[in-house]
């Protein structure tokens, strides 16, 4: 009798699958999940990340049928590789369904290679492995990987031209290319559009200031470090709603969910049309909760 494993990946490399399908909407939807802010963690490089109890929490009740295993690379053992190049197969599947098996590496708390592998590194390893399997099929916090093998500016040797504040030169069709579209860097100022929101200040926070902590607070909930790392409108939407939702909390507004699901879709639609279009949307917001 063969070896279930073995049988099961000769399976895999000739194709015999059947494929586990996500919706584009469902995808869409765990991409711009708006209130992970608290659930982002960081590292000691201050490299964030989403906590996995939180990606499990939301597998469940969004893919409730859906799982996390590992393709093993005999009976129970799910760890392949040799030392110093350990690697884990992790892949999303009902039971019946799955998809194709990304490759994590096994690293330690430092992100270096581990050479010697003992149950705690294979335990942890399996957790983080399974947070990135979820977000890259669901798209739950995706963008936290954003830009993460994407060459840095100074190394394209292209000098990219500011456009004016909340236009934009290319559709927004960015979200799940690192900043691209159609292999073309676009010409849109981030920073210069939060600069003008906070000068807005269209929730009327305690100050200018209050509004720059709080946009910093955001860009921080879905994984940027500055306004330049806001390449689009659709980030730039990304980055407002999160504004939005933490002053709700903030401020104890009580709003369903559904009413808050409309406004931040109207704050993103507005955002393509320029960060003055969102600026009037938020104000409207804002006067009618307070």
Not at 52 to 58: K, Q, T
Not at 81 to 96: E, K, N, Q, V
Not at 284 to 290: D, G, L, P, V
Request: one cysteine or more.
């Amino acid at each position: 009798m063969s070896d279930p494993a073995q049988q099961a990946m000769t399976d895999r490399y000739n194709g015999v699958f059947t494929p586990l399908e996500i919706s584009a909407e469902a995808f869409k939807a765990a991409y711009d999940t708006p209130d992970i802010g608290p659930h982002i963690e960081k590292d000691y490089k201050g490299l964030s990340y989403l906590s996995w109890p939180f990606a499990y929490r939301y597998l469940k009740e969004h893919f409730p049928t859906f799982f996390v295993a590992f393709e093993e690379k005999t009976l129970g053992e799910v760890v392949f590789g040799s030392p110093g190049a350990y690697y884990l197969r992790p892949y999303l599947t009902d039971g019946i369904r799955r998809t194709v098996a990304l490759i994590f590496p096994v690293m330690d708390r430092r992100h270096n290679s581990i050479k010697e592998l003992d149950g705690r590194a294979i335990s942890d390893n399996c957790q983080r492995a399974a947070v990135k399997c979820i977000a890259t099929f669901t798209g739950l916090g995706l963008r936290l990987y954003a830009g993460e093998d994407i060459p840095k500016e100074e190394e394209q040797g292209q000098a990219k031209k500011p456009a004016p504040a909340g236009k934009k030169d290319v559709p927004s069709q960015t979200e799940a290319t690192g900043g691209t579209f159609n292999g073309q860097a676009e010409s849109f100022d981030g920073k210069e559009a939060l600069v003008a929101f906070c000068a807005a200040n269209p929730l009327s926070m305690a100050s200018e200031r209050a509004c720059q902590l709080a946009v910093k607070e955001a860009l921080e909930g879905v994984g940027l470090a500055r306004g330049n790392d806001v390449k689009d409108t659709g980030t730039l939407g990304n980055v407002l709603t999160t504004v939005l939702v933490n002053w709700t909390k903030q401020e104890g507004i009580k709003i369903t969910k559904a009413a808050m699901a409309k406004d931040l879709a109207a704050i993103r639609e507005a955002c393509d049309n320029g960060v003055d279009a969102a600026i009037t949307v938020m104000k409207a917001f804002c006067e009618e909760k307070k």
